[in-house]
């Protein structure tokens, strides 16, 4: 089994909790994650051509593409996101 490149979160409270295909579509790597120290946290996603980072409600509906590299949890914040292959 070959994991994919994983969000870094070296340094901070958050905790990736699931890695998963996504249910629409296998090509796609699902990351739930959260913050558990009650503080704002930033997460670094990494970055690889052909891909991108997107934020989706838990039942895996697109809420926004993320833009940069990083992104902020809020305290006790849970986050699901999406890393697909570009279309």
Known sequence: IELPLMPDTTGT????CSVKPGLA???TIVFRCFETAGREQ??????VP????IETNLMEEEIAAI?????????????????????
């Open 50 to 53: 052909g891909r991108q980072w």
């Open 67 to 87: 833009k940069s590299g990083e992104i902020t949890l809020q305290p006790f914040e849970i986050k699901t996101l999406m890393w697909n292959v570009r279309r």
């Open 13 to 16: 409270s958050i905790v990736i």
């Open 25 to 27: 579509d296998p090509d």
């Open 42 to 47: 930033m997460l670094s996603l990494p970055e």
